[in-house]
């Protein structure tokens, strides 16, 4: 079985900083892509960023500018350096990983963490 892990969500106020971690462990093969999505009150999950393994990056616009992503593939973990916070990034962050498992020969992208909430006040 595959795990995700995340840590480093918190409560914060507007203009603070924070790095959420994700770490994934278990049968691994080979991991393609991993990213973080989020999802505030109320609305649906969109994805902040993510990062393929030659280390090539996606950020939404919304945090273009102040989110980082990074990735130590040595570690199959993810990184996201959030600064200059605002109300508006309130949410659940979640890390997916776009990987293959040892014994099975497909990729898949359904591999998410439990979640890590960051709450962001004005």
């Known amino acids: 079985q595959v795990q995700l892990v995340e840590s480093g969500g918190g409560l914060v106020q507007a203009g603070a900083s924070l790095t959420l971690s994700c770490a994934a462990s278990?049968?691994?093969?080979?991991?393609?892509?991993m990213g973080w999505y989020r999802q505030g009150p109320g609305k649906q999950r969109e994805l902040v960023a993510d990062i393929i393994s030659g280390g090539s990056t996606h950020i939404a616009d919304s945090v273009k500018g102040r989110f980082t992503i990074s990735r130590d593939n040595a570690k199959n973990a993810v990184y996201l350096q959030m600064n200059n916070l605002k109300p508006e990034d309130t949410g659940v962050y979640y890390c997916?990983?776009?990987?293959?498992?040892?014994?099975?020969?497909?990729?898949?992208?359904?591999?998410w963490g439990q979640g890590t909430q960051v709450t962001v006040s004005s």
């Open positions: 278990g049968s691994i093969l080979s991991i393609r892509s």
């Open positions: 997916n990983a776009d990987l293959r498992e040892r014994d099975r020969a497909y990729w898949g992208r359904d591999y």
